[in-house]
């Protein structure tokens, strides 16, 4: 049945309920031009001849598919009447449409006029949440719990918060620790409590409140969840995992917490693990795409390429998120030396967050196959194809030239680039760092300069400049302004982070140099932080452990020169 023939038969069928069944009444001729309705008690309540003309041309245009007509009528003569029955029913075809506006406004009328409904209530507190009103649907849950009848939503309508102020956040817990007075065991109302401390970052205060919950009913799946969620939040990871592996065994089919499960695993860093459920996921609900993403995620960062290649192949199959999938089976044909693959793939993937990657890996994918000149050609009809992302194409292009060492042709075209797209920041860096490679500083320095002019702030630029000083020239303390200026407004950066350990090595600071740079090559393993460290370590004596940093990362990059030239020139050996 379509979606009209459904909404048609919908409407049709409480016709007669909707204009005279909601409350009892049925039409009555009298000489005032009024239609009276009887209800079951002895009251009776009016409705005019103009009400019950304008139900009839709703009804009429529903079974016409002219449903902004029924809906339109339908709120308007509840409005008008207030009558409990119009209002319900308009409240109906509101939810059906998915209507949340009217939703709202009729709930609200029906609440209003008909206090000794519980189902009324309910409907308006859930529609007042939906609509971010969260303290005044509390109140009306509120009234459920003294009418004592009726089920509450204090859980949902907490969780909902999530996107309010801290203000109103902090309005609507004061309004349940009020209601938590008055029904001090009432479950939903104690999570919610702890639902929006979580919201709030007050973990330590939350946990307690779960931990009651979870004691009184120990299958309440979203304070399980809660629990999970605020160990994790508290740097208790192995609880977490515990206690989730513990709930599991308890609640295997519950994909909720299996998944959270999953979720701190990786965030463990335990793939193993995480990759064995999210497999049982996958098998559970083979069509779900997320799953199946994080599945093949897992599978390649944990460098199990094949088993990575045959879940993309599954997602694509899917027709959901072609682009991840495309773009990551490119990356595993790459490593695993198919070129031809890998630019197939990468040729599918459309506008959008994976393009210009793709852009970039098939033009060095070319590059290393000899077939720059294609490259170039193919990059040239993209900025054509694309003229809003032109510089990010030439940034490419440059690349593709310093990949062959054409450093002079590389800063020749972001010249020509920087002509038409003027004072471009990315420009300016890419062709600073290419003014490096040709040992033009003074070049460098002034497209560095250029970008901190316009951005102050601007990270990249700070400690691209500072290093440089740092390790090309005698100019220490200026370095130093300049990359702790990077360090504060980027104290994470395993690059930022490196510029400080050598700056302070530079100055003569051994003991500040070590514990930088073994923070910066922590976070990134790379070959240059491990030329620093090893440096460092030499020149304060320890030579030995200077000597296994050098030979580890050697063994991940075998080719590099950096190491090379560190180890020649501290060990006098080639």
């Not at 490679?437 to 630029?461: G, T």
Request: with cysteine; proline share 3%; charged share 25%.
């Amino acid at each position: 049945m379509n979606n009209y023939f459904r909404v048609k038969h919908f409407l049709a069928s409480g016709l007669i309920i909707s204009l005279f069944g909601c409350s009892g009444i049925k039409p009555q001729n009298n000489t005032n031009n009024q239609a009276t309705v009887e209800p079951a008690t002895e009251a009776t309540t009016p409705i005019s001849k103009d009400t019950l003309f304008a139900l009839l041309v709703a009804e009429v245009a529903a079974n016409r598919g002219q449903l902004d007509i029924t809906l339109g009528n339908y709120l308007r003569e509840a409005h008008k009447t207030q009558d409990p029955g119009v209002a319900e029913r308009a409240y109906q075809i509101s939810q059906y449409l998915g209507e949340s506006r009217g939703a709202l406004i009729a709930s609200t009328i029906w609440a209003n006029n008909d206090p000794d409904n519980s189902q009324a209530i309910q409907a308006n507190a859930i529609e007042l949440g939906k609509a971010g009103q969260l303290n005044a649907a509390a109140e009306r849950m509120r009234e459920l719990l003294e009418k004592n009848g009726g089920e509450t939503k204090f859980d949902i309508l907490a969780i909902n918060a999530i996107n309010l102020t801290q203000d109103d956040r902090d309005k609507l817990l004061a309004t349940y620790d009020t209601i938590a007075k008055e029904y001090p065991n009432n479950l939903e109302i104690k999570f919610g409590q702890a639902t929006l401390l979580h919201q709030s970052e007050r973990h330590e205060e939350a946990l307690p409140l779960t931990n009651q919950v979870i004691a009184k009913q120990p299958n309440y799946t979203r304070a399980l969840i809660l629990k999970g969620r605020l160990l994790s939040a508290l740097k208790k990871d192995q609880q977490a995992l515990d206690f989730l592996e513990k709930q599991i065994k308890k609640h295997p089919d519950n994909r909720r917490i299996r998944l959270l499960y999953a979720r701190l695993l990786i965030q463990a860093n335990q793939l193993t693990k995480a990759k064995q459920q999210f497999e049982y996921l996958v098998s559970q609900t083979p069509d779900d795409d997320t799953l199946l993403y994080s599945l093949s995620i897992i599978s390649f960062e944990s460098k199990l390429y094949d088993q990575a290649k045959r879940y993309f192949q599954k997602l694509l199959a899917t027709n959901k998120r072609n682009d991840v999938a495309h773009y990551y089976l490119g990356a595993i044909a790459e490593q695993q030396n198919t070129p031809q693959a890998a630019i197939h793939h990468f040729e599918q993937i459309k506008p959008g967050q994976y393009l210009f990657d793709a852009f970039k890996r098939i033009a060095l994918l070319l590059t290393k196959q000899g077939e720059s000149a294609e490259a170039r050609k193919r990059l040239k009809a993209a900025r054509q194809a694309y003229p809003k992302f032109a510089p990010e194409l030439y940034i490419i292009e440059s690349e593709v030239l310093a990949q062959q060492k054409r450093y002079k042709d590389a800063r020749k075209l972001l010249n020509q680039a920087l002509k038409k797209h003027k004072s471009h920041t990315r420009l300016l860096y890419a062709r600073a760092m290419i003014s490096e490679k040709l040992n033009q500083i003074d070049k460098l320095e002034k497209d560095l300069r250029k970008i901190i002019s316009v951005q102050p702030n601007h990270a990249l630029a700070l400690n691209a400049l500072g290093y440089t000083l740092a390790d090309r020239t005698n100019r220490y303390q200026e370095a130093k302004e300049l990359i702790t200026k990077a360090y504060q407004l980027t104290p994470n950066d395993p690059a930022v982070v490196d510029s400080m350990g050598w700056i302070e090595f530079k100055l003569g600071n051994l003991e500040d140099a070590i514990k930088f740079l073994r923070q910066a090559y922590q976070a990134f393993p790379d070959h240059e932080v491990a030329a620093h460290l090893g440096e460092v370590l030499w020149t304060s004596g320890k030579q030995e452990e200077a000597l296994s940093i050098w030979n580890e990362a050697l063994k991940e990059q075998p080719s590099s020169e950096i190491i090379k030239k560190t180890m020649r020139r501290l060990t006098g050996k080639p």
